[in-house]
Every structure is written in structure tokens, then in C-alpha cells.
């Protein structure tokens, strides 16, 4: 069974910084695509960044773009989301999620963790 745990969330001031965890289970990542979301009240759901089955490719809104940085650890099953520079604005629910076995970062996703709460507050 497909199992996606995001860990990491928490409260950061303007400016800080924060890595959110994807724990996979039930597969092995390797041949899996995963995208990082988030959803903010009120706001429509936002890709955020994918990273590609082996080798690895990471794509990036631009909203993100130069501030946080997606790598996967095969050996672990586990991707990461670094987020550096955070703003207020980035306060959300951040999820994980993947299309499943072969799917890339243009498929649509099946499978979704729980979600972990980002605040970026002073």
C-alpha cells in the first residue's frame, strides 16, 4: 500500500528556514515522481516542485524558485523540501504526493500524505 508521511512543519520566523520530510512506504521511490503542494486558507492549491523518478529532476514554481530545493534520498525513501528565505506568505498546509509507479511530474497525482503545517510568523 502506497503510504506518503509528510513530517517537518512548524512555526519559523520571516526569514528562517525549514526542511519538510515525505516519508514513502509501501513502494520504492526510485521509479516514483513526487510533488510538493501547499494550501493556504482561503487559497487554491499551489504546486510547489517535483522531483522526477531516477535520475532525479526537480522542477519549480517560480514562486519558489531560488528559496527551496527538492532532493530524494533512495536509500532512506524519503524527499525533502528545504525552505530557506521563508515569508508570511508561505504560511500553509505543505503535502507530498505522487502519481504512482512510473508516473511523471506532468501525471496526475493518486496518492497524498496527511499534510504538516508551515507558519512563517514573527
Known amino acids: 500500500q502506497v503510504q506518503l508521511v509528510e513530517s517537518g512543519g512548524g512555526l519559523v520566523q520571516p526569514g528562517g528556514s525549514l526542511r519538510l520530510s515525505c516519508a514513502a512506504s509501501?513502494?520504492?521511490?526510485?521509479?516514483?515522481?513526487i510533488r510538493w503542494f501547499r494550501q493556504a486558507p482561503g487559497k487554491e492549491r499551489e504546486g510547489l516542485s517535483c522531483?522526477?523518478?531516477?535520475?532525479?529532476?526537480?522542477s519549480y514554481a517560480d514562486s519558489v524558485k531560488g528559496r527551496f530545493t527538492i532532493s530524494r534520498d533512495n536509500a532512506n525513501n524519503t524527499v525533502y523540501l528545504q525552505m530557506n528565505s521563508l515569508e508570511p506568505e508561505d504560511t500553509a498546509v505543505y503535502y507530498c504526493a505522487t502519481p504512482g509507479f512510473g508516473g511523471s511530474c506532468t501525471s496526475r497525482d493518486r496518492y497524498w500524505g496527511q499534510g504538516t503545517q508551515v507558519t512563517v510568523s514573527s
Open positions: 509501501g513502494f520504492t521511490l526510485d521509479y516514483y515522481a
Open positions: 522531483i522526477s523518478s531516477t535520475p532525479g529532476t526537480a
